[in-house]
């Protein structure tokens, strides 16, 4: 699938890139998509909900009256569930919610939905740029050039750049990661995902791997 590169103005430059069909253009697996994505959010999960049970509560031990004879069920206890104050049946405990997947499960996801994003030609492609200092209207006038204001977008690139990752990080729609940190949730998470030049390379070696 070849695409053409446009400038940070939105602009095109003339030059096309090729996305392989190895990455950007394969079957689509939908179970695969969904074990990531329910993956990547089972990871997000802290996992501290606790309540206290009966042998937690703080209160007296004491037994509240007699055994037998007042015509009620017999108690032992005030920090029993039964009563106000008590402590809680089968409450939540502390545990991890994260689950293993394979690699090989997670690079089928990855692709899938970048071929999704390919196919709904929710895919722009940048050239190289980077910003001379960390201003956020740089990256607002950036989205603004390109036509996809109103829309989420992932911007991803081949390395780390400071000054472009501080520029978007008050913004709520907008989101920067380099390849390497690329996820499936990302990705479908966009509406529109811009890539730079160098990312294409990236990530058709990335997943040649």
Do not use: C, W
């Not at 697996?29 to 606790?50: E, F, P």
């Not at 970048?114 to 201003?135: G, H, M, P, Q, W």
Request: charged share 25%; proline share 2%.
């Amino acid at each position: 699938m070849e695409v053409q590169i446009v400038n940070t103005s939105g602009q095109e430059t003339g030059a096309k890139v090729q996305l392989p069909e190895s990455v950007f253009g394969i079957e689509p697996n939908d179970h695969a998509i969904y074990l990531d994505v329910k993956q990547y959010l089972a990871n997000q999960r802290q996992g501290t909900h606790k309540s206290k049970q009966r042998n937690e509560i703080a209160g007296s031990t004491r037994k509240l009256h007699k055994q037998k004879g007042t015509g009620g069920a017999r108690a032992g206890s005030i920090k029993s569930p039964l009563f106000n104050g008590g402590g809680r049946i089968f409450g939540p405990q502390p545990r991890d919610y994260s689950f293993k997947l394979n690699k090989k499960l997670k690079q089928l996801a990855r692709k899938s939905a970048l071929s999704y994003k390919a196919k709904d030609n929710n895919i722009v492609v940048l050239e190289d740029f980077t910003f001379d200092s960390v201003k956020t209207k740089n990256y607002i006038k950036l989205i603004a050039d390109l036509k996809i204001g109103s829309e989420k977008t992932l911007l991803v690139l081949s390395e780390a750049n400071k000054n472009i990752y501080l520029s978007s990080r008050n913004l709520e729609k907008a989101k920067v990661i380099t390849a390497d940190q690329l996820s499936t949730y990302d990705v479908l998470n966009a509406g529109k995902l811009l890539l730079t030049a160098g990312t294409v390379k990236s990530l058709e070696e990335a997943f040649a791997k």
